[in-house]
Structure formats: structure tokens, C-alpha cells
């Protein structure tokens, strides 16, 4: 699979680890920066790898911050990306079956090397289960249509 990763300062430890264990699991690696653990903004290399994932440039995208969450935050916003926080393997397994996430947010101070890599193996291998997941998803894609009206509200008013 060809995979884009990327870190900012926080997740730098494990970005090059991440790589390597990719690379040496038969994955083509895209590496999206940063090149020293100088304190950067994340929002700049999550960016890079979602614009990858969103052009069908690579199949998946990885991301470390120090929690995982700005970098989600921001990846997310870009049409066409599916990106979700995980510092588990079974949110792994369900963000892959469930909610067919295109893009892995992992914490780089919170989670362990050794544990981070097992969560990208489930994230890697793990299928999405389509069915009534994929009628949800596709609903959520749709909102990056600007012409779709979004779902109806209605409160009773
Ligand atoms: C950097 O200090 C930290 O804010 C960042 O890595 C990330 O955790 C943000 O969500």
C-alpha cells in the first residue's frame, strides 16, 4: 500500500519508527516532513498528507501529534478524507469497519511506539464492513458537496 506520513515536533519520535516499520511491512511510504523535531505547527503537515490521501496520491495517510487530535481536526476538513483520532486497536478495527477512515491520527506522547504499531497493522488490514455503514458514510461525504442542503431538520416548530 502507499501510505503518506507525517508528524509535527510532539509525534516527531515515532515518525521515523512508523516509516521504517511501514517500509519493512512491504508499504511504499510517502514522507510528508518534518525533517528535525524543531517546534512546528501541525496544522502545516497534517494539511500535506490529507491533500495526498484526497487526490488518490497514496491509499492511507498517518499522522502524529502529541495527542493525535489537531492533527484529526485538521485533516478532516479536507474533501474527501475520512480522519479519526485512535490510541487503541479495537477504535482502530471500528474506525476501519464502521466509518472507513482514510486517515490515522495517532499520539505520539500518550501512546507507545509498540502499541501505535499494532494499531496501524489493524488499521492497515482491517476492511470496511460497507452495508448500513456505508449509507452513513456516504452521508457524511455528501456535506462536502456545497450543493447538498444537508439532512432535514425538523423540531416540531
Ligand atoms: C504540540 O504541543 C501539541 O499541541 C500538538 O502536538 C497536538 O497534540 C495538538 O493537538
Same mark, same amino acid.
Given at each position: !500500500?502507499?501510505?503518506?506520513?507525517?508528524?509535527?515536533?510532539?509525534?516527531?519520535?515515532?515518525?521515523? #519508527?512508523?516509516? +521504517?516499520?511501514?517500509?519493512?511491512?512491504?508499504?511504499?511510504?510517502?514522507?510528508?516532513?518534518?525533517?528535525?523535531?524543531?517546534?512546528?505547527?501541525? #496544522? +502545516?503537515?497534517?494539511?500535506?498528507?490529507?491533500?495526498?490521501?484526497?487526490?488518490?496520491?497514496?491509499?492511507?495517510?498517518?499522522?502524529?501529534?502529541?495527542?493525535? /487530535?489537531?492533527?484529526?481536526?485538521?485533516?478532516?476538513?479536507?474533501? @474527501?478524507?475520512?480522519?479519526? #483520532?485512535?490510541?487503541?486497536?479495537?477504535?482502530?478495527? /471500528?474506525?476501519?469497519?464502521?466509518?472507513?477512515?482514510?486517515?490515522?491520527?495517532?499520539?505520539?506522547?500518550?501512546?507507545?511506539? =509498540? +502499541?501505535?504499531?499494532?494499531? /496501524?497493522?489493524?488499521?492497515?488490514?482491517? =476492511?470496511?464492513? @460497507?452495508?448500513?455503514?456505508?449509507?452513513?458514510?456516504?452521508?457524511? !461525504?455528501?456535506?462536502?458537496? #456545497?450543493?447538498?442542503?444537508?439532512?432535514? !431538520?425538523?423540531?416540531? !416548530?
Amino acid at each position: !500500500m502507499r501510505i503518506a506520513i507525517a508528524s509535527d515536533h510532539a509525534g516527531f519520535v515515532q515518525k521515523d #519508527p512508523l516509516a +521504517d516499520y511501514l517500509r519493512s511491512h512491504g508499504h511504499e511510504v510517502v514522507d510528508c516532513g518534518p525533517a528535525t523535531d524543531a517546534r512546528c505547527d501541525y #496544522p +502545516d503537515f497534517a494539511d500535506k498528507v490529507a491533500r495526498l490521501v484526497a487526490r488518490g496520491e497514496v491509499e492511507r495517510g498517518v499522522i502524529i501529534c502529541g495527542t493525535g /487530535l489537531g492533527v484529526a481536526l485538521t485533516a478532516d476538513k479536507v474533501a @474527501g478524507v475520512r480522519a479519526l #483520532p485512535i490510541q487503541t486497536v479495537e477504535f482502530a478495527r /471500528l474506525a476501519r469497519e464502521h466509518n472507513d477512515a482514510n486517515v490515522i491520527c495517532l499520539s505520539g506522547r500518550f501512546v507507545s511506539l =509498540e +502499541d501505535n504499531e499494532a494499531i /496501524l497493522d489493524t488499521f492497515l488490514t482491517t =476492511e470496511f464492513a @460497507g452495508g448500513r455503514h456505508a449509507v452513513r458514510v456516504e452521508k457524511i !461525504m455528501r456535506e462536502d458537496d #456545497p450543493d447538498f442542503p444537508g439532512v432535514p !431538520m425538523d423540531f416540531g !416548530m
